[in-house]
């Protein structure tokens, strides 16, 4: 049985995430329908890619995921679907979908161009449920991305989630905000493995010209309850953040903030 995803800034007060889902069901009756967040902010593209990359390593292989974070629509921007190793991804082409294919492996890219696979009439506002949503139950049924678009070269992404990374450096920007005030950065667990940092190893850190030295652990209770730690959480990114506090409120830092970063030891 295949699983699709859902992800959008719909919210769940009207009915376009219903709308969605019986679009999908229609088509692919079988499914298990999967809700990652309907909460993303409103046009928030990076939000919603940034939840999207965090949860797809946990979903079973041929999952098909579908983004909807669409300020764009119904202009210019691309319906793509993004083939990656062991999934789909489909949704507008604005970025929104790169940070998640790119953590599983980008193989194929194609644009959405057959519309006679789409509902008779496709709404102009309204393409998570008349293309993104159909689109995504084909692929669950086993119908081949060629089928339903034509192959491209490219695709938008968040520059934000590229670190530059020289030697010991990085030069890290935060990428998302959690409810307990971590500072999540777009250093993935890879970089940090690549730069062989452990357990113990410890970070010069700039930030807004004031100077820290914060140690890598794997816990926050490796540091006294108010001391700032670094460390990768469930997502697999790398997180400022303070044991039992709040580290945006102390270091005043909001999304897209660059942090500096280097390895001392």
Same mark, same amino acid.
């Given at each position: ?6 992800? /959008? ?6 009915? $376009? ?29 990076? *939000?919603?890619? +940034? %939840? ?10 041929? /999952? ?40 599983? &492996?980008?193989?194929?890219? $194609?644009?959405? /161009? ?11 506002? +309204? %393409?998570?449920?008349? @293309?993104?949503?159909?689109? !995504?139950? $084909? #692929?669950?049924?086993? @119908?081949?991305?060629?089928?339903? &678009? ?44 690549? #730069? ?6 410890? +970070?010069?850190?700039?930030? %807004? ?9 794997? %816990? +926050? ?12 959480? !469930?997502? !697999?990114?790398? *997180? ?26």
């Amino acid at each position: 049985m295949t699983v699709i995803t859902l992800l /959008t800034d719909y919210g769940v007060r009207d009915s $376009y995430v219903a709308e969605v889902k019986g679009a999908i069901l229609k088509i692919a009756p079988e499914v298990t329908i999967v809700d990652i967040s309907h909460d993303v902010g409103n046009y928030d593209i990076e *939000e919603g890619a +940034f %939840h999207m990359a965090r949860s797809v390593p946990y979903f079973p292989k041929d /999952t098909v995921h579908v983004g909807v974070v669409d300020p764009g629509v119904g202009g210019e921007r691309k319906p793509i679907i993004i083939q990656a190793q062991g999934a789909y991804f489909v949704g507008p082409d604005n970025g929104l979908l790169a940070p998640a294919a790119e953590r599983l &492996g980008v193989e194929r890219i $194609y644009e959405i /161009t057959n519309t006679n696979m789409l509902p008779p009439k496709v709404s102009d506002v +309204f %393409h998570g449920r008349d @293309v993104f949503g159909p689109t !995504g139950a $084909y #692929l669950a049924n086993g @119908v081949e991305p060629s089928k339903l &678009g034509k192959a491209v070269s490219d695709y938008i992404r968040i520059l934000l989630y590229e670190p530059k990374v020289t030697e010991s450096h990085l030069e890290a920007r935060v990428i998302h905000v959690d409810g307990f005030g971590n500072l999540v950065t777009n250093v993935t667990n890879k970089i940090l493995s690549n #730069l062989r940092v452990k357990s113990g190893s410890m +970070f010069a850190v700039t930030i %807004h010209g004031r100077d820290y030295r914060i140690p890598y652990t794997r %816990h +926050f209770s490796a540091v006294p309850v108010g001391e700032l730690v670094m460390l990768v959480a !469930g997502g !697999g990114y790398l *997180e400022l953040s303070i044991n039992r506090g709040n580290a945006q409120e102390h270091l005043d830092l909001k999304k897209g903030d660059r942090v500096n970063l280097t390895l001392i030891r």
